[in-house]
């Protein structure tokens, strides 16, 4: 079942894109920055699985880093879509579609009294800065120590072409640590607009660690008092943890959240979601984009949320999450390693203690690869609705048998 | 041939999304701030034309404020993005498709060496300023006064939700004013990364200026001499003036631009093509989304540049506007207006002189609405290649019988 993994054509195309793309690839989906062994480039995708450029099939668990949720290609989201690009995807205003998205936002998400919808993942952090600044009339935007928030100057990981002034109203704190947010909020003094947090903490290369509840409360009870925005940045997990929100299970309402990648399976979106404390802050900034009135990917959109309420297509995905984790521990065990596995199970990440320079994991993707299944070695994964337990069952065996050659070169 | 424009359907969508979305509808497409009369929700578009919800249909001179170069819905362009959805728009990189769509871009601008892709306007100028600092490790970015370079706080034309920091090192200078831009030159001492400007002076509300071409080797000039780069800022106007960026007339090659709108006849699409000079910095920084290696909006690109490159499709969309122009000088001297028609016949602007109040544009644009067209009393509007003789001498016919309303109603 090894596959060769002949990259002629990957590489081929490499050198095609070099002479064309400052890098060849840039961005997060730049292979070179994972580990050996990545294909670069995909011929195609389909339900839980990609295929390279030299006709490589893998069982995908990265779901394109995020937007897959209901499977590549799920074509009632696609038909839905298409349908609208016959109707009309863009003209001079939006369509009904947006007022049925709006609505059907305002209906799922626990907090949401409005929503606008935009294209980035960044676009919607963004806007809630904007528009918490707008409301509150203050500036200093608290943001956990590592967290990944966009990829613009005020928020992106590299400093490169960025100046401090893009930065000069931020604060950092520890997520998950009270004291440390309270330093934060005292430093902020009375010139705080926001706290900003992800969903639970999904920094790369390190275990995730869920909210605690406590944190949580403190939080919006330092809001409340204060007057600033509690802002959810859930465009990683969004959708795919709960449809509500990712902190509906904690009973913790932010004032304004940032949405995007599973929010139409692919098809590309975001949206702001708000409270009504924030209505008029969000009624006074301006925000646009020479497509976010594109009625195609808010018809996929809708199509998506609709089947993540009316199925059982999260539970699934929670399960075949559980079912991955479970028998990795086995695996593992089986072998001689010892796995940390963190974050939610619909979200994997899995390290290899004491494989502090990644050497054993890098191997054990690399050998994934040939044995068919795409994972990432410190970056946390993604489960989606097109997994079935046959996928996960012999994702497995390509983990067993990935692990018996990492023992063989790497240990 | 008067619409009755029954505006009912369209006021109770209106009243539904005033509920659930800030202002019911934001950014540049929110219709109250264009002036009375204008329908908000569309129900189709096709072509050049456009229907609102309420059944009226208009022939269309705003384009989706753009997009629309070849005409909406133009088949052969849907047609090669919806066959890349069937093969597959997202995965863990990029297909084919954008080494063939770099490999285009740079074969076609004229000073392009490199590309990268994104999904707005504003992610290109932004990525363009952040190319430009990394390269020349200083941070001033001269910009003309007025000018619309996106909708996020270093450029919002809107500093509500802003810090000053936002927009520290920024240095305005007079689109076309040799004296102003030393000026600014001078302020940024040793610290300047760039100038940048729009391909020609597209403000609102007033006559739009053709860049001088000593001005334009002026600024290109000052960038050889201090290392800056020289940014264009190609989005509103890139492809339609000329496939080759809209400077090429001018023989001033910049060191980068910013593309987005008609690059992909209206599927969501942004490019930065850049200079040999720019490649060192551009591999440098870190820029991305979630959406940004999407093929389907790849392989619409493709297919809208192949048409712009093989067809007389810009030739045809120029003398459509040259026959617009030349109609309405007609038409408005028989009814006793002057006009100031400024700017490409492609993206015309039409002011009545003497209307600083804008009540005789008020007036005749919504007129035009009910003989069905729609115009736009101050911004620059947009012709596609799907506008056909008859499509021109019906609008003339309407914008004819819109003025006879206007002197009735306004004067």
Request: hydrophobic share 45%.
């Amino acid at each position: 079942m090894q596959q060769k993994l002949v990259n002629s054509r990957d590489n081929a195309l490499l050198a095609r894109a070099s002479k064309v793309v400052p890098n060849g690839v840039w961005g997060h989906m730049a292979t070179r920055a994972i580990g050996p062994g990545y294909p670069q480039f995909f011929a195609k995708s389909d339900g839980c699985r990609v295929w390279d450029v030299d006709g490589n099939e893998y069982i995908d668990f990265m779901c394109a880093w995020g937007p897959n949720i209901l499977g590549y290609k799920q074509p009632d989201i696609d038909r839905a879509a298409i349908d609208q690009i016959g109707i009309g995807d863009i003209g001079n205003g939006p369509t009904e579609v947006m007022v049925e998205l709006a609505e059907t936002v305002v209906d799922t998400i626990d907090y949401a009294d409005w929503a606008l919808f935009q294209k980035n993942g960044t676009d919607a952090t963004t806007t809630c800065v904007t528009v918490a600044r707008a409301t509150t009339g203050k500036r200093k935007i608290l943001v956990a120590r590592g967290a990944y928030h966009g990829a613009v100057p005020w928020c992106s990981p590299s400093v490169v072409g960025v100046t401090t002034e893009d930065r000069a109203h931020l604060i950092l704190f520890d997520y998950n640590d009270r004291a440390s947010l309270d330093e934060a909020v005292a430093q902020a003094g009375d010139d705080m607009a926001a706290i900003m947090m992800t969903a639970f903490r999904h920094d790369v290369n390190r275990d995730q660690e869920m909210p605690e509840e406590a944190f949580l409360k403190h939080a919006r009870a330092i809001c409340d008092r204060t007057g600033a925005a509690l802002i959810l940045d859930d465009v990683r997990a969004g959708f795919r943890l709960d449809v509500r929100g990712s902190w509906a299970r904690y009973g913790v309402k932010p004032d304004l959240g940032a949405y995007s990648k599973s929010i139409a399976n692919g098809w590309p979106l975001a949206a702001v979601a708000g409270s009504k404390s924030m209505l008029e802050g969000a009624s006074k900034i301006f925000v646009t984009g020479s497509f976010w009135y594109g009625s195609a990917a808010m018809a996929a959109a809708l199509k998506t949320i609709e089947i993540l309420r009316t199925t059982d297509a999260l539970a699934h995905i929670e399960a075949m999450g559980q079912r991955f984790r479970a028998g990795l521990t086995e695996i593992a065990a089986r072998n001689g390693f010892e796995l940390s596995q963190t974050g939610p199970v619909q979200m994997p990440m899995v390290r290899f203690l004491g494989d502090e320079d990644l050497t054993i994991a890098n191997a054990f993707c690399a050998a994934a690869l040939r044995h068919g299944i795409y994972l990432h070695p410190r970056h946390n994964m993604f489960l989606c609705a097109a997994h079935q337990p046959a996928d996960i069952d012999r994702a497995l065996e390509a983990a067993d048998a990935a692990m018996k050659d990492t023992i063989r070169t790497a240990r």
